[in-house]
């Protein structure tokens, strides 16, 4: 029999209670909640080569895991600011750029050709094709000329190229120092003599050239038609001088054709002087037949067309003295002009022809201006010269 107290019992009993508490202990690290976790996390250690995925809300690293960042919500754009009203009586409108504008020159001339100055701006009326317009901006132009002389120069007829020489020198001879002229003259084609100049003497240099003509062809259409293509390339108001029969003998371009260039042209003016009128009446009956005469006839009328249309004057003259007053008359024409401007009633740019008459009326009547004479003591006879129309070009886009 042992003895309780004896080293062996002490042992064995200090055995059975270390295992106890050790058993105790186990329970408890089992049961804690922290056990799982710690297991988990051992679980989901990175593994070797394997990038750690950052954290949920993008936030920085700590010793107990990331330090969470709420994510920010999407918010919604804000709403458009509210749209300004209008003030009341005010019409909703939008603005364009694309406003043609129409600007004219107008001669008011007596019967004797003299310009008829004073006249106001509620005095004119502009109608285009019918429609009265409203004209913004007016004014009586007193500026120097830029004109182009087309002489015909052919071998045809030697009394026509004496009358054109003649008419061509009077011409330069009523010229003034700050005009810009330039002489074309035309047979089977048109050939430049002189550029664009102000000095008088190189304008009498280039007509001494035509002295001996090499060619009996007139041809008129193709030599207006190239003139009025250089002349587009120059600003401004310009004015083309035609000294000739009228006749045309081989153009490639038709009359239609020119007479359709001829409306097309904006701000030229063409005035034309017929050679050969006393030539014609001394041989009608005698050398040239009937069928001669309608020819020279019909050029006259031709050339009258493109002055009319553009604006200008044609003359007949018969006699050799009737040249300087012609001139004068010319240069008068040019300088003094009533500039109308206005923004068609039909803006439409369709290519199509407008017609157009000037007329002057008295505001507060509505009727035909009364003019009178310097002294105001009857009224005088006068006459309005304008372009019969223009082309309203298509846009361009």
């Not at 009341?88 to 050709?113: F, H, Q, R």
């Not at 050969?276 to 006259?300: C, H, N, P, T, V």
């Not at 004057?313 to 012609?326: D, H, K, Q």
């Not at 008459?357 to 509505?366: G, Q």
Request: glycine letters at 8%; aromatic letters at 8%; one cysteine or more.
């Amino acid at each position: 029999m042992v003895r309780q107290n004896s080293p062996i019992s002490r042992k064995n009993s200090l055995s059975s209670s270390g295992l106890s508490r050790l058993i105790f202990l186990l329970l408890a690290i089992v049961c804690s909640p922290s056990f799982g976790v710690a297991q988990d996390q051992q679980g989901q250690q990175q593994k070797p080569g394997q990038q750690q995925a950052p954290a949920e809300a993008g936030g920085p690293q700590g010793d107990i895991g990331p330090i969470a960042i709420p994510k920010k919500k999407e918010e919604a754009p804000p709403p458009p600011p509210p749209t300004p009203k209008a003030p009341e009586g005010m019409p909703n409108y939008s603005l364009s750029v694309d406003v043609p504008l129409v600007s004219l020159d107008a001669i008011v001339l007596t019967k004797d050709g003299q310009f008829v100055p004073g006249i106001k701006k509620g005095n004119f009326r502009v109608l285009e094709d019918g429609v009265p317009q409203q004209i913004i901006n007016f004014g009586q132009t007193q500026a120097p000329i830029t004109a182009v002389l087309l002489v015909e120069f052919s071998n045809s007829n030697y009394a026509f190229m004496t009358d054109a020489l003649r008419a061509s020198y009077a011409f330069a001879n009523s010229l003034q120092k700050d005009d810009w002229v330039a002489i074309i003259e035309y047979d089977m084609k048109p050939n430049i003599l002189l550029d664009f100049t102000q000095d008088k003497n190189a304008v009498y240099g280039a007509l001494n050239m035509l002295r001996i003509p090499g060619f009996s062809e007139s041809n008129l259409f193709d030599s207006v038609v190239d003139t009025l293509d250089r002349l587009d390339r120059i600003d401004g108001r310009k004015v083309l001088v035609i000294v000739g029969s009228g006749l045309d003998t081989f153009s490639r371009i038709t009359y239609d054709k020119a007479m359709k260039r001829v409306k097309e042209s904006q701000n030229v003016t063409i005035f034309t002087v017929s050679t050969g009128e006393a030539f014609q009446i001394w041989a009608e009956g005698r050398y040239y037949g009937s069928m001669r005469q309608m020819d020279f006839l019909q050029g006259k009328n031709q050339l009258r067309t493109f002055a009319e249309m553009t604006g200008g004057r044609a003359f007949s003259p018969r006699f050799e003295g009737e040249m300087p007053a012609i001139f004068q008359d010319i240069g008068q024409s040019i300088r003094n002009q009533y500039t109308l401007t206005y923004h068609p009633t039909n803006k439409a740019l369709d290519g199509s022809y407008r017609k157009l008459k000037i007329e002057l009326v008295d505001p507060e009547t509505n009727k035909p201006l009364i003019v009178q004479d310097a002294k105001k003591k009857k009224p005088i006879k006068y006459e309005v010269i304008s372009r019969s129309g223009y082309t309203a070009k298509n846009k361009v886009e």
